[in-house]
T-cell receptor, first 110, second 116 residues
């Protein structure tokens, strides 16, 4: 069945770049998403990429998609303490249900 | 900015009891969803709902679960007879349209359900 995997934890120094990685198994994925969850809050959509794209940039965020390897990454440039949160990779295919990874906890230290 | 709200934020119940989790989706949205996250595990899709009926459900969503939009503003998830393994964070989400131009599912903050 469909599966999405992420590493659980990432720690970076403020000002450095963060790269969060994700792999997925569903060949029919049409959309891939990155959601952010801050403590006590819901899941907030950060960015998305269509499966026929290989890169998307949105201010400090860069999404790279390697469809052949089914690998998705989120790069956050100039990481700030306010970026500390849990980041979820998700995909959707023929239907609009989202398949999520376990989430990567990003900790930014000064 | 409009947002999805959920009540209560935390619900504690005894095994075998019925619980109803409540959500108020964004007012002009037409598609509604429930997801859950067991502690330490992935966020899992439960059910999607449109036009007063279930569009899709996962194998988790068995006969113990039901959803309803009773009054045009609330969207509820009922668990008929709770089990210990139902303990999880339950997220409600809503979406304006299935048009891929506006694809975003807006999530509520979640209800933490603890079954003892």
């Amino acid at each position: 069945g469909e599966d999405v995997e992420q590493s659980l934890f990432l720690s970076v120094r403020e000002g450095d770049s963060s790269v969060i990685n994700c792999t997925y198994t569903d060949s029919s994925s049409t959309y891939l998403y990155w959601y952010k969850q801050e403590p006590g809050a819901g899941l907030q959509l950060l960015t998305y990429i269509f499966s026929n794209m290989d890169m998307k940039q949105d201010q400090r965020l860069t999404v790279l998609l390697n469809k052949k390897d089914k690998h998705l990454s989120l790069r956050i440039a100039d990481t700030q303490t306010g970026d500390s949160a849990i980041y979820f990779c998700a995909e959707s295919g023929d239907t609009d249900k989202l398949i999520f990874g376990t989430g990567t906890r990003l900790q930014v230290f000064p | 900015e409009p947002e999805v709200t959920q009540t209560p934020s935390h619900q504690v119940t005894q095994m075998g009891q019925e619980v109803i989790l409540r959500c108020v989706p964004i007012s002009n949205h037409l598609y509604f969803y429930w997801y859950r996250q067991i502690l330490g595990q992935k966020v899992e899709f439960l059910v999607s709902f449109y036009n007063n009926e279930i569009s899709e459900k996962s194998e988790i969503f068995d006969d113990q679960f039901s959803v309803e939009r009773p009054d045009g503003s609330n969207f509820t998830l009922k668990i008929r007879s709770t089990k210990l393994e139902d303990s999880a964070m339950y997220f409600c989400a809503s979406r304006d349209t299935l048009d891929r131009v506006d694809y975003e599912q807006y999530f509520g903050p979640g209800t933490r359900l603890t079954v003892t």
